[in-house]
């Protein structure tokens, strides 16, 4: 059965510092992966995707991500963090040709000034 | 444009009610799925549409269904409410054309407590 593992429940870091996220999935095939940004009492924001091609991936507010297919992982990285990126961070990959999406529990970012 | 619109934004029910949750989508989207995420989780699919079809379903009781609307727009029903069920659920849009994985754009929630 396919399932995504975020292994950090919760991440502190301080504002400009760097981060990294990490994911892993199982799947059997080439996944689609996604990640997702959740501010407190709202929905979910694309961020960026893999569904083919260039492993390292751009998305929205800096945020990039690298599919390595070997660890089975797509970690979430940013160079410099700002103050507004503190929300929960989701992982998630769709099985091939559905829409469905599997979700990780997510990672909790707190940024300190 | 306006994104993935969901009604309304906060209910409470008590045990045993039923609610009827509505969510429009992206214009020019044709699918619409349906999460549900209880605090401190990540969301869980419920249901897929499109074309007023189901494509999809996920592991849920039979207390849950949904439907289509000719206009895409899209209704989760949830009858017998059990405290269980308090969450936030989530609409999402993708253009659902073809059979292959499209990407999918979120509503803001709804927020149901039962008490």
């Known amino acids: 059965a396919q399932s995504v593992t975020q292994p950090d429940i919760h991440i502190t870091v301080s504002e400009g510092a760097s981060l990294e996220l990490r994911c892993n999935y199982s799947?059997?095939?080439?996944?689609?992966l996604f990640w997702y940004v959740q501010s407190p009492g709202q929905g979910l924001q694309l961020l960026l995707k893999?569904?083919?091609?260039?492993?390292l991936v751009q998305g929205i507010k800096g945020f990039e991500a690298e599919f390595k297919r070997s660890q089975s992982s797509f970690n979430l990285r940013k160079p410099s963090v700002h103050w507004s990126d503190a929300a929960e961070y989701f992982c998630?990959?769709?099985?091939?040709?559905?829409?469905?999406?599997?979700f990780g529990t997510g990672t909790r970012l707190q940024v300190f000034p | 444009d306006a994104g993935v619109t969901q009604s309304p934004t906060h209910l409470i029910k008590t045990r045993g009610q039923q609610v009827t949750l509505r969510c429009s989508p992206i214009?020019?989207?044709?699918?619409v799925s349906w999460y549900q995420q209880v605090l401190g989780q990540g969301p869980q699919f419920i249901f897929q549409?499109?074309?007023?079809?189901?494509?999809g379903r996920g592991n849920f009781p039979d207390r849950f269904s949904a439907r289509q609307f000719p206009n895409y727009s899209s209704e989760l029903n949830v009858n017998a409410l059990l405290l269980g069920d308090s969450a936030l659920y989530l609409c999402?849009?993708?253009?659902?054309?073809?059979?292959?994985?499209?990407?999918?754009?979120f509503g803001p929630g709804t927020r149901l407590t039962v008490l």
């Open positions: 999402a849009s993708s253009r659902g054309e073809t059979e292959s994985t499209d990407t999918q754009y």
């Open positions: 799947y059997g095939a080439t996944p689609y």
């Open positions: 893999y569904f083919s091609g260039d492993t």
């Open positions: 998630a990959v769709a099985p091939y040709n559905t829409d469905k999406l599997i």
């Open positions: 214009s020019g989207h044709k699918s």
């Open positions: 549409y499109y074309e007023k079809e189901e494509r």
